[in-house]
């Protein structure tokens, strides 16, 4: 954890230009020493940030058109850039986050993992779902002309970095890899609690975006402590899209700014979520004690600061819940707390637990208090009955960090009820016996309305990075459940179908002329096939 | 034109049952005989409109597991009940429009189409996208876990009839079906111009859904003369999703409303376009004259009442464009006008006619001024310098009906600004020779970034229903370019991707078993196959 080699300027990126033109500066802050580090950001300018919108347009006009090969190229030098950062990555991480090495390690592994999976997509060519109906000139009454369909880049596209992945869905994280990927130049919004680790990605992104010759703009990396840098960019005229991890506060005030643009444009926000998990009857008896451990585990995994953490906790009362909820209580108490991302965080985890468990029909099962470092948190397990969390909206709301609250319903149907009142969700579980889950349909399909991810027998924590994975689901988890932040379908985020009515064959772009020279599949006049034309 | 065997009543559907409980009332206009059409048609009580999202709620619940061949049965008896409908259908849509018999066939003809198209595809299965990434169990450091992803039903879809397709744009047209094909209730607010018409659909409709055993609800229909009935809609916390066409004012406002809501749901307006016509030299001089006949009838065809006529035709000086342009505008003369789709069309017709041709920029090139039948609209061209239109946004603005803006460009630079500065249109056509068009690369690109559809050598209006087909753009053409209001392909927006983690496979969708009895492609590990597991 020594031996920077780096050292860390506080510059932005405007495209690969380094710039540090605004007067507000800012420190990140390691919240294990509980003391500020050393580089001083410098806030974008309004100046800055028009210029690199300004360069992200002009350099749409020249990226949309370069070719799946060396966008993938440009993807995998990314890739190969970060681990070239080595260790000054993961020491920088580390100190702006309090996680630990391994967790820097692994994330850094799937944020490389994701842009190589991008990379595979974009350089295989078939993710534009090229669709051609060729003509019928003697068709009546009238002739059927030749159409010609792909997915094209919708332009430059904003991203904002999430607090609690400073590499997998910040600045070369699942929003930027998939937007690159798809053709579209990426302004980055970095997250002011890592800061450091953002300049150093974006040097990376900078450094392969000219080894690999993409045009200038392609890619900017703006800093900023406040709300102010985020806001302009939304409203920039020139910004088409936005993709967003956060809070539903933040991810809601973006997507009313975006949709009061005099041109609207679509807003990406995942955003809360508490995860409901629903434990049914036998499951509890045969295996109570096993499903109470595991999940101590999943509460407090990286301190709970995950968006798929299980704050709910949903079951019929039954003498085999009380034991459940027994063992909870006492695994819970075994685990060392471990420290937050941020004291802004911690603080907000204090402030929400506290909000929760003074709740007068809220009943504390386990709570950690005892000589808490600075900025570890405790972990708390809370309890309600059905009729209770239904009548009390406040019980709804997510607890960022490792709380979570179970509500015991007097019977099944007070069990739909509640499931029938939960808000979006980003997944649902369910923890049950093979031959119980029959009698629960009318649940299943009940929760199934509320979340983008339903998982059997397992934990809501942990996303996997491929094609079948939903990361997404109804309001408030996201913004719009059409969408995955997660695999390589995100990709579709942040392009727009586009079609060509009789475009001269030499004219198409290379995946919709009659060549296929990709080879790759296309539906044509509704047949799937990879043949020429 | 005679013999009604269908009497209209005027009533609401509220699911299958007829209600009228609405104490306002209106009829719908005859624009041909300058005069109200019989049926006194209810307007929607705040009570039906509750009791018909209620239904739609419930019905969501058993629609959304009805296997495909049902529902493609539900689609197709549509079809036949339209047609059963006979020329009850065609008189009282040729009443409520001032539309030829033949247009109202041609349109019924496409409307039965596109639901045989849905038919087809949801009988078919494989447009749910079912994805499966298999288990890895011995996975280090973690085990993978099973996921399997489709695409699932948004919930009770809202769709707002366009004036000017009665039939495939209203109450069983494409947003229609879409919805219903992907399992989505549907309610319609129906378009008061035409509120016959939609009851006969809505009888069709009715009928179907009793015959093929759908459940309760899966479709309502409820009229308005005002704007409430739709706002009480768009603001329904049991409403998913809203289909619109219509002009740029009415789909904003429902925007406006869908994103206020405390769960912001999707909106997909497809509202105005000019719809730019790129006329270059060496075409203008070696087809002038054919392609002037040709534009001077899609301009005024369906007298100039369809989202992709051509409102703008865009060229660089020179003789042979005041060529072009005489010819257009005698050929234009020649063209005996036609009636309006109702006196308030026509009313904004002439305000926004007088409006453009009022700039004291714009010069008239030829009018059908002399003895207009009454709601009978008179054709116009009009011309203006690129720097001119550039300079006021006026004449940006849509002119619906036989209006087009000639702009006369002073050298390629100048067209380029004129295309740079439209906003976004349905289409953009290029007529031009094969040798010249390579030397408006830069041309072609800022059109591209402004369409959703581009066309060489031909005319915009004319949509084929086709899986190639993208009708839809950047704003103000729709409010969400991603997505397109025609072919199959629209069915997109109306679902959302749902992943299963773990599930058992008894307890799967079919489209997701192990055993793929319905025999679709499936994306398996990254390879697409009809294979089982």
Same mark, same amino acid.
Request: glycine residues 8%.
């Given at each position: ?32 020493t ?7 950001f ?33 993807? &995998?030098?990314?890739a190969?850039?970060? #681990?070239? *950062? ?5 020491? @920088? ?28 997509? $974009? ?16 068709r ?7 159409? &010609?369909r ?9 991203? %904002? ?14 929003d @930027?890899?998939?937007?690159?990927? =798809? ?12 800061a ?5 990605? =974006? ?10 010759? #993409? ?14 840098? !985020? ?5 920039? =005229? ?5 993709? %967003?991890? !956060? ?20 807003? %990406? ?6 995860n ?9 008896k045969? &295996? ?26 949903l079951a ?23 420290? #937050? ?21 809220? @009943? ?11 900025? /570890? ?18 019980l ?10 179970i509500?015991?319903?007097k019977?099944?149907?007070e069990?739909?009820?509640? $499931? ?19 009698? /629960? ?11 983008g ?15 079948? #994975? ?11 459940? &059409? ?16 079609? /060509?009515?009789n ?11 009659n060549?296929?020279? *990709? !080879? ?7 047949v799937?096939?990879?043949?020429h034309?």
């Open positions: 954890m020594i031996s920077k080699t780096i050292t860390l300027t506080g510059h932005n990126y405007i495209g690969t230009t380094p710039s540090a033109k605004g007067s507000t500066t800012f420190q990140t802050f390691n919240p294990q509980n003391s500020n580090n050393p580089t001083v410098h806030e974008a300018s309004s100046e800055e940030i028009n210029r690199a919108v300004a360069l992200a347009s002009s350099a749409f006009e020249q990226f949309k058109t370069i070719d799946g090969a060396r966008k993938a190229a440009f993807l &995998r030098a990314i190969e850039e970060i #681990m070239n *950062l080595g260790d000054d990555l993961i020491d @920088t991480y580390c100190s702006e986050t309090g996680l630990p090495e391994g967790r820097a390690k692994g994330e850094r592994g799937r944020t490389v993992f994701q842009l190589q999976s991008f990379a595979d997509l $974009v350089a295989e060519g078939a993710w534009v779902e090229a669709t051609i109906d060729t003509a019928i000139p003697d009546t009454p009238a002739p059927k002309p030749d159409l &010609r792909m997915n094209v880049p919708i332009g430059p596209v904003v991203v %904002f970095g999430a607090s609690n992945f400073p590499l997998a869905y910040s600045t070369a994280g699942g @930027t890899a998939a937007a690159l990927a =798809a053709g579209c130049p990426v302004i980055v919004k970095s997250h002011p609690m890592h450091g680790t953002g300049e150093l990605v =974006a040097s990376a992104i900078s450094k392969a975006a000219q080894r690999t010759e #993409m045009p200038e703009g392609v890619f900017s990396n703006l800093n900023s402590s406040g709300i102010e840098v !985020g806001q302009q960019l939304v409203q920039h =005229a020139q910004v088409k899209a936005v993709g %967003f991890t !956060g809070s539903i506060k933040g991810g809601r005030a973006l997507l009313d700014l975006a949709a009061k643009r005099p041109e609207p444009i679509p807003v %990406f926000a995942e955003m809360g979520s508490i409901p998990v629903i434990l049914l009857p036998d499951a509890l045969t &295996r109570g004690i096993e499903l109470a451990k595991t999940y101590a585990n999943s509460i407090t995994l990286g301190t709970g600061q995950f968006c798929t953490n299980p704050g709910l906790l019929i009362e039954d003498p085999s819940l009380d034991a459940f909820i027994n063992t909870l209580a006492s695994e819970l108490l075994e685990i060392a707390p471990s420290c #937050m991302l941020h004291p802004n965080i911690k603080k907000a985890y204090d402030t929400n637990k506290e909000r929760l468990t003074s709740q007068s029909e809220v @009943t504390v099962i386990a709570e950690y208090t005892e000589s808490l470092q600075t900025n /570890y948190a405790g972990q708390v397990i809370s309890k309600v009955t059905g009729s209770q969390f239904i009548a009390n909206p406040t709804h709301h997510e607890v960022f960090g490792p709380s979570s609250l509500v015991v319903c019977d099944k149907q069990l739909e009820s509640v $499931v029938a009142n939960l808000e979006g969700q980003l997944t649902g579980t369910i923890l049950g016996n093979n031959l119980e889950i029959n009698e /629960y349909n009318y649940l299943l399909s009940l929760l199934s309305n509320k979340v991810r339903i998982i059997f027998n397992g934990v809501p924590t942990g996303v996997e990075v491929c094609p079948s #994975m939903v990361h997404g689901g109804p309001y408030p988890s996201s913004t719009d459940a &059409r969408f995955s932040a997660v695999g390589t379908s995100s990709i579709k985020r942040w392009v727009r179908p586009f079609s /060509y009515q475009w001269p064959n030499e004219l198409l772009p290379i995946e919709l002329k060549e296929n020279s *990709l !080879g790759i599949l296309r539906l044509v006049n509704n799937l096939t990879n043949d034309i």
